[in-house]
């Protein structure tokens, strides 16, 4: 009997030959040769390499809403960022797939509800005051280190209300840096592994990650054996119940969890804030806006403050920290004219989607009143995915947006910043990483 080869509806794209030919120049500055396909391929373009791997490369937003959202149960994390990720930060939700993944996103989801993240603001506001002490006055300075160094302390307390020394701080951000500088360079040029079996690094950061997890299981069995009643997420976590059996997560499941929200949590935070004061400090009204919209709120109300909201959301918008993900088809599947097997790789590309000017006017301009609708509220937009879509999008988006808004309140309050004409590098590493984002700062009342 004959057995038909099914054919598929690939869109236009690069030969695997092409894609290898070309794959240092991309995995140098993916941004600038993803955009440049994008532009030859309208918007959707295919690529191939050996071992009959097909990828689908997509600024459309309507696939990505389709493979994220509305069949996103044909859809898993690709083992290509996934199998590594869950080797050196676990098994959280991040990195799961599955049943799994599904079990643990409804055990953790509840602690990310609004009313429980209230109760973490306090911990989030002492954290930016005593941040701001250490600011510069004035001169120059290279914000991302700074907003790194706030991102990664906001995020540790907010998981473990407990004073750990200057020391313990630098170590654990130390070993998450080594961790995640391995993690990308794997992923960013997977060619390295070939050379593992000799460097052994794989290995050295393997037993890194061993000890973090070892630091934070002694964070858990000292919790445990603490009658005080603490306020933060570890605490949420421990007593969180699954629904179908009224059991806690055990000690490894909470390591994961942890793990993944303190890897999820610190860098795109700080990348988003990094790029958010550098679009801004060239931009002197929005900038005396945001003075004015900051006098008249509150800052445990700043997440209701729609014109720094609007800010946000347009910086997000040009510089999205989360700039590409990537899902694999688990069976055949089709969208429009696109047919594909199994297995197929999609990636969206957030970044592109922000700045295709058939969703946005004027698309590489910073217009935060973008957002603002006609009734001066928050305009959602189908186009705009800075944390995601569907089910697996950013459980952190309401911690973000929170703490994103509570440190440009108390910031903007205080100080202002200046361009100096150097222009960041983009980094598209896993996040969108600004390479040096100098800047000038000035405290208001010497300022003025
Ligand atoms: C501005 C800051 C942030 C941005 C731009 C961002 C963006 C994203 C995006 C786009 C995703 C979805 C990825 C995908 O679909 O493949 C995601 C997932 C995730 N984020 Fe965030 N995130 C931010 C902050 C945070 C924070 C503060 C936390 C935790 C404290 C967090 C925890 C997570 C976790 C655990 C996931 C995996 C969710 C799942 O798969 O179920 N993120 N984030």
Request: charged share 20%; proline share 5%; hydrophobic share 40%.
């Amino acid at each position: 009997m004959r057995v038909e080869k099914k054919t598929y509806n690939l869109p236009e794209g690069l030969s695997q030959f092409q894609t290898i030919a070309r794959s240092f120049r991309s995995s140098r500055h993916p941004i600038i040769s993803i955009s440049e396909n994008m532009e030859r391929f309208s918007g959707t373009y295919s690529a191939a390499l050996p071992g009959n791997l097909k990828f689908i490369l997509t600024q459309d937003p309507g696939l990505i809403n389709y493979v994220l959202r509305e069949n996103h149960s044909n859809y898993q994390k690709s083992p290509l960022t996934s199998v590594r990720g869950r080797r050196l930060f676990g098994n959280g939700l991040l990195f799961s797939n599955g049943d799994y993944w599904l079990r643990q996103r409804r055990m953790v989801q509840p602690s990310f509800h609004h009313k429980k993240l209230q109760a973490l603001y306090e911990i989030i506001v002492k954290t930016i005051e005593e941040f701001l002490h250490s600011v510069p006055e004035a001169g120059q300075v290279d914000v991302y280190p700074l907003m790194h160094q706030l991102a990664f302390n906001i995020v540790v307390r907010s998981l473990f209300d407990i004073e750990l020394s200057v020391s313990q701080m630098s170590d654990l951000n130390s070993v998450f840096n080594e961790l995640q500088k391995f993690y990308m360079s794997d992923i960013n040029l997977p060619v390295r592994r070939l050379l593992y079996p000799i460097t052994r690094e794989d290995r050295v950061h393997y037993r890194k990650s061993a000890k973090l997890r070892s630091v934070i299981q002694g964070i858990i069995r000292e919790r445990r054996s603490d009658p005080k009643e603490y306020n933060d997420l570890l605490h949420l976590l421990l007593n969180a119940r699954y629904e179908d059996t009224g059991q806690p997560m055990n000690e490894d499941q909470i390591i994961d969890e942890a793990l993944i929200l303190l890897f999820a949590g610190h860098e795109t935070t700080a990348t988003t804030l990094s790029w958010l004061l550098y679009q801004v400090a060239s931009q002197k009204i929005v900038q005396e806006k945001i003075s004015v919209s900051v006098q008249q709120t509150n800052i445990f109300d700043s997440i209701k403050n729609v014109y720094l909201q609007a800010v946000i959301n347009e910086s997000m918008r040009l510089q999205p920290a989360a700039w590409i993900t990537d899902r694999i088809a688990l069976e055949d599947d089709s969208f429009g004219e696109v047919a594909f097997p199994k297995n197929t790789i999609i990636m969206p590309f957030f970044y592109g989607v922000h700045r295709n000017k058939d969703y946005w006017n004027n698309p590489n301009a910073f217009i935060p009143e973008r957002f603002i609708d006609e009734q001066g509220k928050i305009k959602k937009h189908p186009s705009f995915f800075p944390f995601g879509a569907g089910p697996r999008m950013c459980i952190g988006n309401n911690f973000a947006i929170a703490e994103i808004s509570m440190f440009l309140h108390a910031f903007f309050e205080q100080f202002r910043v200046l361009p100096t004409g150097q222009v960041p590098e983009m980094k598209a590493l896993l996040t969108l990483r600004p390479d040096k984002v100098i800047l000038g700062i000035e405290k208001l009342n010497q300022a003025y």
